[in-house]
């Protein structure tokens, strides 16, 4: 017995002599951080002993304690946005340390994504990646974060579907990347896939612009779903444009991928900030209407029944008393952030309130975030966020029209000394020269949109494996992304417009849920076998589902002027369900040599639902290389990098363009289906871009600037087309893929800090885009997209994929002949945009202008003005003394360019004035405030461009069936641009 009570004894004695040595060899380093020049304490900057996992934040003071350390001489990396990554070696008997940082004010030491779970300082970077930073984003207050983007990043055409509130963009990264498959890039916040999906609000019904459908997107304008998001809760946003850096997300990146990364919380007491704004509008442009001078002019246009209507003296502005309005606009947000080492968090709460130009239309946004670090254990560490957003507006009745509704459209067609005005009683005048009151309109018709999202995130990091040589990880993340949006469309029966069908009242009643979820597992491997050898791997999957559900109910005869759908005596209803399930694994590997020369290998194989075989995978391979000199030109060159980089990215078919549908009929008076009239193809796969990339990275004038120049050429097969078959097939067309094409571009973006003084800096950027597309095998004859005589794209081997084809007349004996010819292309020769920020103490200004030469659009709405003999220069004769619109009128069908017009314009994108008031004044008002900040912006506030009609970005209507991937460029009747001010104030406490 005593010798089982002896063993413990035993083992407790062999612990306590072996803990005094282990207690021995560690110890405790403490110091401070601060910042070069000022000297003032850095805040949040992460500290690590190189090769462990033990470290610590520093504290509001700039204030550290490492507890743990080992006892040796060891190296300390200290990490801080905004500042280079530093390393220090700490000697064994070192005392306090005071670590200066100096800042990166060129970002030359930010970490740029380049694996599912891994990433590299951007001086090493093999590939062209473009940031722009959370506060880049918010200079100006904007509708979106597209919106916050535009002139910002190199090769990135941003444009606008609509001037409404809320918003509504296309984006397209280095040109063309398909005909019929999806354009639009890649969402992923903090890791996690999200949509953006666009769903169209259901006035179809109502303005008949394609058919009778309930709900026709590209008719529509219909917001893209990023648009939720709120611009002051982003930390920073990377763009991955070329397929070497996008390889990482397969079958679903060939346009680009856009990685938004949020704020986090930072060690310390809570520290709130606080940002408020009141803002206003006004149209940005009018397109003016004809001033008739006589009675007979009048009688030409609207018939004898205008003569008691007809008053030369009297000249309504419609565009004033529809676009009049002078909203007063808000944007209030509220954050806090704070914690300790092992938690931290980040919260914020935002409202925005923007009303429209045009009575009864807005946007009002709601956002709340939670973002919370949690250090579970040493090896352990849990990030977790979610929002919850609000997005509820309305949005008017803009757009195509084929019923005599739509506002914009028929404004176009009344006279300015027609007086459609509200009558002191109330009541509102008919219009008998057209179906519809636009006034009466915009006062009664209701256009209801209110969407709530929830966006997830989830971020899990196991350090297995810790030491001087290994280190293992691993990372799990993942989240869920869900939408739901209601459209209400109620048009009264009392609107002029809708009796005319003898249906008077139409109500619409859409709902739609999309779920999206998706998981990521990972390895990271990191190898370092000497100080100059550092190799990272990885090895994940991922995992994606998305659940789309979507009802539709419309009525029309609505009895009683209710506006449930049950009210009505015709009613139609529509539902879309779909599901597609993505599945992918990938393998990387970095390894960088002396901080000089970066290897970059990796692949992904992706499988998806979608594809004809969902089982198959399909493999997206990519490699990277670059090498920096140093010191090359004293004084002048810093640092030169030259780079290459090849990969391979997909664009997923459609969902259900596998399948041949069956089609509703009757037979014998009973229900049934028959086949569709398409084909697809059981092959069906994603379309491959082929992508090679190069460019040379330059440090200038001792690091006051920097300079990255690019070329790539894109070679994508597989691409999705239609082609016709044989009436022996039973069908009309099939999908398949086949098709090829090449896209060739070159970049620029400059940095620059030509002045930096204690009381003066100057801080400016440039960047710039080109690209060109050519199609390059075509298995099945030319063919257009969209009717020559309105404008069409020809897709046409040897020739580009956007080159724009109309009607033109040719000389021939006995008279002139229509032929289709080439107009010019929708795609722009090049985009550029510059900013610069000077400060002088307390003040700053900072502007930004935006630029594009070259591209075409479609002036659909200068049309209507001249189809309704209602243009402001109709009259004005020609050199031949004929009157220009009715040249225009009567030709337009057989010389389709006139109403195409070059887009290239010069933007005063964004303007602020800022004010940072004096510490002493922000204090003796508001003890604990500080960093009070006043300032007065706006946006879009000039343009110079001889293109006639409003915003040469506004491309808002697709037609003729024309795939949005290469048709943007047609306007027509859009809810007109504005010019937007705002006066803000911020103080952080």
């Known amino acids: 017995m005593l010798g089982v009570l002896a063993r413990p004894g035993l083992l407790l004695a062999a612990l306590a002599l072996t803990a005094a040595p282990l207690a021995a060899q560690t110890r405790t380093i403490t110091g401070k951080v601060l910042e070069e020049g000022s000297r003032a304490p850095i805040a949040a900057a992460q500290l690590q002993v190189q090769g462990t996992s033990v470290g610590t934040l520093t504290r509001d003071d700039g204030a550290f304690s490492i507890v743990g350390a080992p006892a040796r001489e060891v190296i300390l990396v200290v990490r801080r946005i905004g500042y280079p990554l530093t390393r220090i070696t700490v000697a064994a008997t070192s005392g306090p340390l005071e670590i200066v940082l100096k800042r990166d004010v060129l970002n030359l030491d930010q970490v740029v994504v380049t694996g599912q779970a891994s990433g590299i300082s951007r001086r090493n970077l093999a590939n062209d990646v473009a940031s722009v930073s959370g506060a880049d984003m918010n200079k100006v207050s904007a509708q979106s974060i597209e919106n916050a983007m535009q002139g910002k990043i190199a090769g990135a055409q941003i444009s606008q579907s609509t001037g409404a509130p809320g918003g509504g963009n296309r984006i397209r990264i280095r040109g063309i990347s398909s005909i019929l498959g999806s354009a639009q890039p890649l969402y992923v916040i903090d890791g996690v ?22 709900s026709v997107g590209n008719q529509e304008a ?13 930390e920073n946003v990377d763009v991955l444009k070329g397929s070497a850096a996008a390889a990482i997300y397969g079958s679903k990146a060939s346009g680009g991928v856009i990685i938004i990364t949020t704020k986090r919380g930072q060690a310390g007491k809570p520290r709130f900030a606080l940002r408020t704004g009141m803002g206003t509008a006004e149209l940005a442009y009018r397109n003016g209407s ?3 001078q ?14 008691p209507f007809f008053d030369p003296n009297q000249y309504l502005d419609y565009e004033t008393l529809a676009y009049g309005n002078r909203p007063v606009n808000s944007d209030l947000s509220l954050s806090v952030s704070g914690g300790t080492d092992a938690t931290r968090y980040f919260v914020s709460a935002s409202r925005r309130n923007e009303e429209g130009i045009v009575d009864n239309t807005f946007a009002r946004k709601t956002n709340v975030r939670v973002n919370l670090d949690q250090r579970i254990s040493s090896r352990l560490n849990l990030q977790v966020g979610n929002e919850i957003l609000n997005n509820a507006s309305d949005r008017g009745l ?11 459209y028929t404004l176009t067609k009344i006279p300015g000394f027609l007086d459609l005005r509200r009558r002191p009683d109330g009541t509102w005048p008919v219009n008998q020269f057209y179906p519809s009151n636009p006034l009466q309109t915009i006062d009664q018709f209701q256009n209801d949109e209110n969407v709530w999202r929830n966006i997830t995130t989830g971020r899990l990091t196991a350090d297995l494996l810790t030491g001087d040589t290994h280190t293992l990880q691993f990372i799990a993340f993942g989240g869920v992304d869900l939408l739901n949006q209601t459209n209400l469309v109620y048009s009264p029966p009392t609107l002029q417009f809708e009796p005319v069908d003898g249906l008077p009242g139409t109500s619409g009643n859409s709902k739609t849920t999309n779920l999206q979820r998706n998981l990521n597992l990972n390895a990271v491997h990191g190898w370092q076998p000497t100080s100059s050898i550092k190799v990272t791997s990885q090895v994940g999957t991922q995992y994606e589902e998305r659940d789309f559900n979507q009802t539709r109910a419309s009525a029309q005869n609505l009895l009683g002027g209710l506006e449930v759908v049950t009210s009505g005596t015709v009613r139609d209803i529509d539902e879309s369900r779909l599901r597609v399930q993505d599945f992918g694994v990938f393998v990387q590997s970095e390894a960088l040599w002396n901080e000089k020369l970066l290897l970059t290998v990796g692949a992904r194989a992706d499988r998806s639902s979608n594809n004809g075989d969902p089982a198959k995978f399909f493999l997206f391979p990519k490699a990277a290389s670059s090498y920096r000199f140093q010191n090359v030109l004293d004084g002048w060159i810093d640092e030169a990098k030259l780079r290459v980089a090849y990969g391979e990215t997909g664009n997923q078919p459609l969902y259900g363009q596998k399948f041949t549908n069956l089609d509703l009929s009757s037979v014998g008076g009973l229900g049934a289906f028959r086949v569709g009239s398409v084909r697809a193809a059981s092959d069906l796969r994603p379309e491959r871009q082929r992508e090679f990339e190069a460019g040379v990275d330059l440090n200038l004038l001792r690091n006051r600037a920097t300079m990255s120049v690019t070329g790539f050429r894109r070679n994508i097969s597989d691409l999705l087309i239609t082609r016709t078959l044989a009436p022996t097939t039973g069908f009309s067309s099939e999908t398949s893929n086949g098709a090829e094409m090449q896209v060739t ?32 095998r075509l298995p099945v004859p030319t063919f257009l997209l969209g009717a020559p005589q309105v404008g069409a794209v020809r897709i046409e081997q040897g020739k580009s994929a956007t080159q724009l084809i109309g009607n033109d007349t040719l000389p021939q ?15 722009p020769l090049w985009t550029a945009g510059l900013s610069n920020e000077v400060r002088y103490k307390r003040f700053s ?48 069908l057989q010389v389709t360019r006139i109403f195409y017009q070059n887009t290239s314009f010069i933007k005063l994108r964004e303007v602020t004035f800022t004010w940072d008031m004096p510490q002493a004044w922000t204090q003796s008002v508001w003890k604990g405030a500080s960093n009070a900040r006043l300032s007065l912006s706006g946006r879009n506030l000039i343009w110079w461009t001889k293109f006639r009609g409003g915003d040469p970005e506004a491309q808002n209507f697709g037609g003729g069936g024309a795939p949005d991937a290469v048709q943007r460029n047609r306007e027509l009747a859009a809810y007109p641009a504005s010019r937007n001010f705002w006066l803000n104030f911020s103080v952080d406490f």
């Open 813 to 827: 004996p006995g008279g002139r002949v229509v032929v289709p010819v080439v107009m010019g292309d929708g795609n």
């Open 222 to 234: 219909p917001v893209n779903r990023i648009a939720d998001l709120n611009p002051n809760d982003i």
């Open 845 to 892: 200004l900072y502007a930004l202008v935006d630029q594009q030469k070259g591209g075409m659009l479609a002036n659909g709405t200068w049309r209507h003005y001249d189809l309704g003999q209602n243009s402001r220069d109709y009259d004005e004769l020609d050199e031949f003394g004929r009157k220009k619109g009715d040249v225009r009128r009567t030709s337009y």
């Open 290 to 292: 004809r001033r008739f």
């Open 398 to 408: 803009f757009g195509n029209d084929n019923a005599g509704n739509s506002i914009a």
């Open 294 to 307: 006589t009675l007979d002019d009048a009688v030409r246009v609207f018939g004898p029944g205008i003569t």
């Open 193 to 214: 896939i999200v949509t953006d999906v666009a769903i169209g609000s259901g006035t179809n019904k109502v303005t008949r612009a394609a058919g009778t459908a309930i």
């Open 745 to 776: 571009g070159a970049e620029v973006s400059i940095n620059a800090f030509p002045v930096q003084t204690t009381n003066v800096t100057w801080t400016t950027r440039l960047n710039w885009g080109t690209n060109r597309s050519k199609v390059t």
